[in-house]
């Protein structure tokens, strides 16, 4: 089945560039997303990008999407201490049905 | 913008008791999701609905059921709480997208509640 990986923890320092990757295994994909989901709370949409672009930009957000290797990025610039979350990648499922499959979360840390 | 609540943010029960989760949205979806989220595990999709008392099985039905008689309002029931069933839960909502064109289907999920079973 259709299946979201991304690595659990990432840390760095206030002011660097963070740089989150998730991995997907449905081909027909058609929307992937972007979650924030701060201490305690419900899990909110950061960005999403449509299958057919290579890249999204949004303030300090840049989405990279490599439909080949069926790899997506987050990128964070100049990322902040209120930065400081788990990111879920998501995908749509591409078969028309209703189900949108999440990675397990990865936690950034960033740094004082 | 889109507003999904959750009745509570924090519940205790016992084992065996029967336990109702609520989740009400504001914004005429057609879609409305139920998750478990654990550490390392992710968002895991017990049941979701696409209409008023249409229901599908996600990945992890068992244990639970659920309960759509009006469009904004979905509930999910456990049965007989169990130990294991110690989690967070997460309601989301969706507009159908099949056949609009429109829209991303892009899931706006409730705070959530993190359900304790002793």
């Known amino acids: 089945g259709e299946d979201v990986e991304q690595s659990l923890f990432l840390s760095v320092r206030e002011g660097d560039s963070s740089v989150i990757n998730c991995t997907y295994t449905?081909?027909?994909?058609?929307?992937l997303y972007w979650y924030k989901q701060e201490p305690g709370a419900g899990l909110q949409l950061l960005t999403y990008?449509?299958?057919?672009?290579d890249m999204k930009q949004d303030q300090r957000l840049t989405v990279l999407l490599n439909k080949k290797d069926k790899h997506l990025s987050l990128r964070i610039a100049d990322t902040q201490t209120g930065d400081s979350a788990i990111y879920f990648c998501?995908?749509?499922?591409?078969?028309?049905?209703?189900?949108?499959?999440f990675g397990a979360g990865t936690r950034l840390f960033v740094k004082a | 913008d889109v507003k999904v609540t959750q009745s509570s943010r924090y519940l205790v029960k016992r084992t065996g008791e029967k336990v109702f989760l609520e989740c009400v949205q504001d914004?005429?979806?057609?879609?409305m999701f139920w998750y478990r989220q654990d550490p390392g595990l992710g968002l895991r999709l017990i049941y979701f609905?696409?209409?008023?008392?249409?229901?599908e099985k996600g990945d992890i039905p068992e244990g639970y059921s659920v309960s759509r008689e009006k469009k904004e309002r979905f509930s999910l029931i456990l049965e007989s709480a169990s130990t294991n069933q110690t989690s967070m839960y997460l309601c989301?909502?969706?507009?159908?997208?099949?056949?609009?064109?429109?829209?991303?289907?892009?899931?706006?999920f409730g705070p959530g509640t993190r359900l304790t079973v002793l």
């Open positions: 914004m005429d979806h057609e879609n």
């Open positions: 990008i449509f299958s057919n672009m």
């Open positions: 989301a909502s969706s507009l159908i997208s099949s056949g609009r064109g429109k829209s991303t289907d892009t899931q706006y």
């Open positions: 449905d081909s027909s994909s058609t929307y």
């Open positions: 998501a995908e749509r499922d591409g078969a028309g049905g209703f189900k949108t499959i």
């Open positions: 609905s696409y209409d008023v008392k249409m229901k």
